[in-house]
């Protein structure tokens, strides 16, 4: 069993910053994929990033290349998303979520095993 726990979302500014981190308990999450998603109200749950078990591999969806950073820290059992730029068509809530195997991400939300409770983004314009 894994549990996920997200911290650092909040209200900025278009164009700020933010840094999300999503912790994880249990000791599989160093052979575990991750991926951020995202959803807002009437939306349905899209794929932000995702990064494999080892972090070689990661992907981005293209609303938010070049702007969205997603890494990790397996001794920390923690991953997170660096957010630069921001606009207000990225506020929704962001959810971190795990992958047992294979050891590589996917975009499909279906995939993921565990989830986190998420945190709120807000960007105002």
């Known amino acids: 069993q894994v549990q996920l726990v997200e911290s650092g979302g909040g209200l900025v500014q278009a164009g700020g910053s933010l840094r999300l981190s999503c912790a994880a308990s249990g000791r599989t999450f160093s052979t575990s994929a991750m991926g951020w998603f995202r959803q807002a109200p009437g939306k349905e749950r899209e794929v932000v990033a995702t990064?494999?078990?080892?972090?070689?591999?990661?992907y981005y969806a293209d609303s938010v290349k070049g702007r969205f950073t997603i890494s990790r820290d397996n001794a920390k059992n923690t991953v997170y998303l660096e957010m630069k730029d921001l606009k207000p068509e990225d506020t929704a809530v962001y959810f971190c979520a795990a992958r047992r195997l294979p050891t590589i991400g996917t975009p499909n939300p279906y995939e993921y095993d565990y989830w986190g409770q998420g945190t709120q983004v807000t960007v105002s314009s």
């Open positions: 990064i494999s078990a080892s972090g070689s591999s990661r």
